[in-house]
């Protein structure tokens, strides 16, 4: 995947998110350039709230989606054993191609940073 079409990776996920009806307050991110494999890996750390089938069927349709796209880790809490709304933490991996400018065989280059969506 070109590292420019994480934007719009980011972009689908957060829309397929709102169309299950789910709520991402603060999404993290982590760029990490590996010069000698000639990728970067981009981690996302996105806490969703909402129905746990509508969890599952965003996870369902970014893993059919997003070919690039792995999940790292996957957490879930809910508050009551009765309680429909699930927490979820789900920490997604893409991997894309190295930057423009960024293939230089001068160590790897490390971007960092986050991003905030409230709904």
């Given at each position: 995947m070109p590292h420019d079409d994480i934007p719009q990776m980011v972009q689908d996920l957060l829309q397929w998110a709102?169309?299950?009806?789910?709520?991402?307050?603060?999404?993290?991110?982590?760029?990490?350039?590996?010069?000698?494999?000639?990728?970067?890996?981009?981690r996302m750390s996105l806490p969703v709230r909402g129905k746990s089938m509508a969890v599952h069927r965003l996870i369902h349709k970014a893993m059919l989606e997003q070919k690039h796209l792995t999940i790292e880790s996957?957490?879930?809490?809910?508050?009551?054993v009765i309680s429909e709304t699930i927490e979820a933490r789900i920490q997604w991996v893409a991997l894309t191609q190295l930057p423009q400018g960024s293939r230089s065989k001068s160590g790897s280059r490390t971007e960092e940073g986050s991003t905030e969506r409230v709904r």
């Open positions: 709102q169309d299950e009806g789910l709520s991402i307050e603060r999404g993290d991110y982590q760029a990490v350039a590996d010069q000698e494999g000639g990728f970067m890996r981009y996957l957490q879930f809490k809910r508050e009551h």
